[in-house]
């Protein structure tokens, strides 16, 4: 008898990617200690994920066949029991072991505003009162909170909220109302089913003056039986493109009174007469939307495009069509240089990206520290700017990557099932949650001195300087990117300088950041030669430059992906596995479909009434 067309799933590795590790140029394990901040690093994450990995309630082996309500559901049961495992090992809420649990989790365990934002604003921008009172609850998930930001008519532009907050001396509160419908808060995660308490920002009013954007702790629903409070009407927005399993949701309030002592106040308060006082910058206020952004640049957006070139690169060197030559096998599609041409620039960018985003973080440390130790917000314009800047370029870049690396994958990655769709959708969002990524890009351009010439020859002329900036403003993004773009690449140049006694590395380093660098001319080069940077010659000899550093990498491609360390049940792809079985899970999960389970019996019984 001949072998089964459908047999169990197949032992070991399949040989076509067992081949493409057998000697890489590098010592695998030592990318994978840079990339994880060193070796103790890597051993604690490892450690963290096995313990998630070996808990049932952590399983999402069905994630592609839940509705809507189970993924939410799925979401809420895995935040609490990722509590009760804090609680039972010992992990603290800002310690090395909690942060590897939420990054391997990601929005894909529920309360992530709450935890990633709520809490840490609280921190930020609160008192060693409010401090103490509030974070102790939140981290127990007796209450559960939202960072209520966005409104229904205004989103990045922050100066334009309508949300309003009037102090009442008379009775120590403040009145919080939305007095249109434009400034219903819309779009904030953990709001439309689970938040009880709700981080507003609203425009301060107090004798008789707007003080600006501030931040409110505000009760939203009851604690007993989690009904909306009087003059809060609250839900969930509906279906998105993707984070089905999240509740973003809308807040209606009117005539809501909250305590005095709820205003954050570490920077600003208002006194018990109703006197305004401020203490330090008035870009405080932004220093959460700050944070929020370093933390999606590591945890969602660069994780998305490193997700997708384990997936596309694994799965074409197990997928072979056609022949190069005749009389031989069919060819691994890696081996095409049209496809290293789609994939390894998006390899050289995780990189590039990863220890751009590291040494930003380093930056928002150092920044944070001066703030709250001697009163120093000299660096935050720089600080804003940047982050602004460097979320919209990654965002645009890993987006447009992921949807690369899909479309490499043919057919197969059209299908939910190899998980690149479900990272399109999701990054996507990025380009548009925490700034819309040309705005964003806009913010940069006010920092970067001389980019405007043509601006101040405007100015010069007698336009009015808004009219001046909006005829000039693509220019002024154009120049952000490439602001940005330079610091990239010569962060990456400055990481390699650092890498002198591991030559193996730096030299597979030194690969990826030329490519990086040189696919980034061949996407501008019509800037590069319209400026007079660069000669038609001159681009073709980056042309030939690049077609080389792909062959460089061609040997080292899986190498270089598997050095990211992700398991299976962090790729949730059936053409990415590790072992490149890729045609067998394809296969096997599509066992699973509902539309599978029974015979569509509704169907028969509709299609025999209409004959």
């Given at each position: 008898?001949g072998?089964?067309?459908?047999?169990?799933?197949?032992?070991?590795?399949?040989?076509?990617?067992?081949?493409e590790?057998?000697?890489?140029?590098?010592?695998?394990?030592?990318?994978?200690?840079?990339?994880?901040g060193?070796?103790?690093?890597?051993?604690t994450?490892?450690?963290?994920?096995?313990?998630?990995?070996?808990?049932?309630?952590?399983?999402?082996?069905d994630?592609?066949?839940?509705?809507?309500?189970e993924?939410?559901?799925?979401?809420?049961?895995?935040a609490?029991?990722?509590?009760?495992?804090?609680?039972?090992?010992?992990?603290?809420?800002?310690?090395?072991?909690?942060?590897?649990?939420?990054?391997?989790?990601?929005?894909?365990?529920?309360?992530?505003?709450?935890?990633?934002?709520?809490?840490?604003?609280?921190k930020?921008l609160?008192?060693?009162?409010?401090?103490?009172k509030w974070?102790p609850?939140?981290?127990?998930?007796?209450?559960i909170?939202?960072?209520?930001?966005?409104?229904?008519?205004?989103?990045?532009?922050?100066?334009?909220?309508?949300?309003?907050?009037?102090?009442?001396?008379?009775?120590?509160?403040?009145v919080i109302?939305?007095?249109?419908?434009?400034?219903?808060?819309?779009?904030?995660?953990?709001?439309?089913?689970?938040?009880?308490?709700?981080?507003?920002?609203a425009?301060?009013?107090?004798?008789?003056k707007?003080q600006?954007?501030?931040?409110?702790?505000v009760?939203?629903?009851?604690?007993?039986?989690?009904?909306s409070?009087p003059?809060?009407?609250?839900?969930?927005?509906?279906?998105?493109?993707?984070?089905?399993?999240?509740?973003?949701?809308?807040?209606?309030?009117?005539?809501?009174?909250?305590?005095?002592?709820?205003?954050?106040c570490?920077?600003?308060?208002v006194?018990?007469?109703?006197?305004y006082?401020?203490?330090?910058?008035?870009r405080?206020?932004?220093f959460?939307?700050?944070?929020?952004r370093?933390?999606?640049?590591?945890?969602?957006?660069?994780?998305?495009?490193?997700?997708?070139?384990?997936?596309?690169?694994r799965?074409?060197?197990?997928?072979?069509q056609?022949?190069?030559?005749?009389?031989?096998?069919e060819?691994?599609?890696?081996?095409?240089?049209?496809?290293?041409?789609?994939?390894?620039?998006?390899?050289?960018?995780?990189?590039?990206?990863?220890?751009?985003?590291?040494?930003?973080?380093?930056?928002?440390?150092q920044v944070?520290v001066?703030?709250?130790s001697k009163?120093?917000?000299?660096s935050?314009?720089?600080?804003?700017?940047?982050?602004?800047g460097?979320?919209?370029?990654?965002?645009?870049?890993?987006?447009?990557?992921?949807e690369?690396c899909?479309?490499?994958?043919?057919?197969?990655?059209y299908?939910?099932?190899?998980g690149?769709?479900?990272?399109y959708?999701?990054v996507?969002?990025?380009?548009?949650?925490e700034?819309?990524?040309?705005?964003?890009?806009?913010?940069?351009?006010?920092?970067?001195?001389?980019?405007?010439?043509?601006?101040?020859?405007?100015?010069?002329s007698?336009?009015?300087q808004?009219?001046a900036?909006?005829?000039t403003s693509?220019l002024?993004?154009?120049?952000?990117?490439?602001?940005?773009?330079?610091?990239?690449?010569?962060?990456?140049?400055e990481?390699?300088?650092?890498?002198?006694?591991?030559?193996?590395?730096?030299?597979?380093?030194?690969?990826?950041?030329?490519?990086?660098?040189?696919?980034g001319i061949?996407?501008?080069?019509?800037?590069?030669?319209?400026?007079?940077?660069m000669?038609?010659?001159?681009l073709?000899l980056?042309?030939?430059?690049q077609?080389?550093?792909?062959?460089?990498?061609?040997?080292?491609?899986v190498?270089?992906?598997?050095?990211?360390?992700?398991?299976?049940?962090?790729?949730?792809?059936?053409?990415?596995s590790?072992?490149?079985?890729?045609y067998?899970?394809?296969?096997?999960?599509?066992?699973?479909?509902?539309?599978?389970?029974?015979?569509?019996?509704?169907?028969?019984?509709?299609?025999?009434?209409?004959?």
């Amino acid at each position: 008898t001949g072998q089964p067309l459908v047999t169990a799933t197949q032992s070991g590795v399949n040989p076509d990617i067992h081949s493409e590790r057998t000697s890489p140029s590098f010592p695998v394990e030592r990318v994978t200690n840079l990339l994880d901040g060193g070796a103790e690093l890597t051993a604690t994450r490892r450690h963290v994920e096995s313990i998630i990995n070996s808990d049932s309630t952590f399983s999402q082996d069905d994630r592609y066949f839940l509705t809507r309500v189970e993924q939410y559901e799925g979401s809420v049961r895995r935040a609490v029991r990722l509590r009760e495992k804090m609680k039972e090992l010992g992990w603290a809420d800002n310690g090395t072991e909690a942060m590897f649990a939420f990054r391997v989790l990601g929005a894909d365990v529920a309360f992530g505003i709450h935890n990633g934002v709520f809490i840490p604003t609280i921190k930020e921008l609160g008192i060693e009162a409010q401090i103490a009172k509030w974070v102790p609850l939140a981290q127990d998930l007796q209450i559960i909170g939202t960072y209520a930001q966005t409104e229904l008519g205004h989103g990045t532009y922050l100066r334009g909220l309508e949300t309003t907050v009037t102090f009442d001396p008379s009775n120590q509160e403040f009145v919080i109302n939305m007095p249109r419908l434009s400034s219903i808060k819309w779009w904030p995660g953990d709001l439309g089913r689970s938040a009880t308490h709700a981080l507003v920002l609203a425009q301060l009013y107090t004798q008789g003056k707007c003080q600006g954007m501030h931040a409110f702790i505000v009760q939203i629903r009851s604690l007993v039986d989690h009904s909306s409070l009087p003059g809060v009407t609250v839900g969930d927005i509906g279906p998105k493109m993707n984070f089905d399993q999240v509740d973003n949701g809308f807040l209606i309030l009117q005539n809501v009174h909250i305590p005095r002592e709820n205003m954050l106040c570490r920077y600003s308060e208002v006194s018990p007469d109703g006197t305004y006082v401020k203490r330090g910058s008035d870009r405080i206020n932004y220093f959460s939307m700050v944070l929020t952004r370093t933390r999606l640049l590591s945890a969602e957006i660069i994780p998305a495009l490193a997700k997708a070139c384990v997936i596309a690169i694994r799965y074409s060197v197990v997928r072979r069509q056609s022949k190069l030559k005749p009389g031989e096998m069919e060819t691994k599609i890696l081996d095409y240089q049209m496809q290293q041409q789609k994939l390894f620039p998006q390899l050289a960018t995780v990189f590039a990206f990863h220890f751009m985003a590291s040494s930003f973080e380093a930056f928002c440390n150092q920044v944070k520290v001066q703030i709250k130790s001697k009163g120093d917000f000299s660096s935050l314009p720089e600080l804003h700017a940047l982050s602004a800047g460097l979320k919209a370029l990654l965002s645009d870049v890993c987006s447009a990557g992921v949807e690369t690396c899909r479309r490499a994958c043919g057919g197969h990655g059209y299908s939910l099932l190899s998980g690149l769709p479900s990272l399109y959708t999701r990054v996507a969002g990025s380009c548009t949650y925490e700034g819309e990524n040309t705005v964003m890009q806009l913010q940069t351009a006010r920092l970067i001195k001389n980019a405007g010439f043509q601006l101040q020859s405007l100015l010069q002329s007698g336009v009015e300087q808004y009219v001046a900036w909006d005829s000039t403003s693509i220019l002024l993004a154009q120049a952000a990117i490439a602001h940005c773009q330079y610091t990239i690449v010569n962060n990456f140049v400055e990481t390699m300088s650092r890498l002198q006694h591991e030559p193996e590395i730096q030299q597979v380093l030194q690969v990826l950041c030329d490519l990086y660098a040189l696919s980034g001319i061949l996407a501008n080069a019509e800037e590069f030669l319209h400026d007079g940077y660069m000669t038609g010659h001159q681009l073709d000899l980056v042309t030939a430059s690049q077609r080389d550093l792909l062959t460089c990498v061609r040997k080292d491609a899986v190498s270089l992906v598997d050095a990211f360390d992700y398991s299976d049940q962090q790729l949730h792809s059936a053409i990415g596995s590790y072992d490149g079985h890729a045609y067998q899970r394809l296969f096997e999960w599509a066992q699973k479909a509902p539309m599978n389970a029974k015979v569509p019996f509704a169907l028969f019984l509709a299609l025999s009434s209409c004959c």
